[in-house]
């Protein structure tokens, strides 16, 4: 996958690119970039927002600004790669849409910052609008990294061992539920003791518990609703 952010921190994303999982996929192939809004502004002394018309607090990114650095980056035709606006006012990122992203070859991030971004970056730079969550961050840096997190996770050669994506939370393998508790040694601790079934050595028996705990799980949990 190639992963361009655009933002006005990159160094925000410092720590984010020496994470284990992060490092894998970037020597398994993938290409992380991260791109100053500021390196291309057409304005002078690194302009990037402007007040807002109609009046109103704080400063909004311009459109002009983002339209040139996707130029920059992309020429005329940025093809027909994914970008996403991360904006609390977006669709809700959750698993299914971590699994429809790892699947792009491409995929564009776009962290905006101050009270907000010019709405026409929304309506026709970005091809998707992405919120974490109905809370209002300083700015989107940290919702990109959630994203790349979760997407980066699910490519080839990420983690370790490679059933860790096949069955976990959301995933297709526990029909869309949390995934079931886990345990390991010591087998009782302070007498909370580990379930019986797991030391039973029954695979079968073993796979049906945890299908029931995952099921289980979502019906308690309103399954995230
Ligand atoms: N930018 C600021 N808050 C955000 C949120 N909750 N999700 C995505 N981008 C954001």
């Not at 209002?136 to 983690?159: F, I, Q, W």
Request: glycine letters at 10%.
């Amino acid at each position: 996958m190639r992963l361009d952010v655009f933002t006005l921190f990159p160094r925000w994303f410092d720590w984010f690119t020496t994470q284990r999982h992060v490092e894998n996929v970037v020597a398994a192939g993938s290409e992380l970039r991260f791109i100053d809004y500021r390196e291309t502004t057409p304005l002078g002394a690194g302009q990037v927002d402007d007040s807002p018309y109609g009046g109103g607090a704080g400063m909004v990114m311009r459109v002009d600004v983002v339209d040139a650095a996707l130029r920059a980056t992309y020429g005329n035709q940025p093809g027909d790669r994914r970008i996403l606006l991360l904006t609390p006012s977006g669709r809700m990122f959750d698993e299914e849409l971590a699994t429809e992203l790892a699947a792009e070859p491409e995929l564009t991030l776009l962290c905006g910052r101050y009270e907000g971004v010019d709405e026409r970056v929304r309506d026709h730079l970005a091809t998707d609008a992405v919120s974490i969550g109905r809370y209002v961050l300083a700015g989107g840096e940290l919702a990109a990294m959630v994203v790349a997190d979760a997407v980066l996770r699910k490519l080839p050669g990420a983690l370790g061992h490679a059933d860790s994506v096949h069955e976990e939370s959301f995933s297709a393998a526990l029909g869309g539920h949390p995934e079931y508790p886990h345990y390991t040694r010591p087998a009782s601790y302070r007498g909370w003791d580990v379930p019986a079934v797991l030391l039973s050595g029954d695979h079968d028996l073993v796979r049906r518990w945890r299908l029931e705990r995952s099921r289980e799980r979502g019906r308690r949990e309103g399954e995230g609703s």
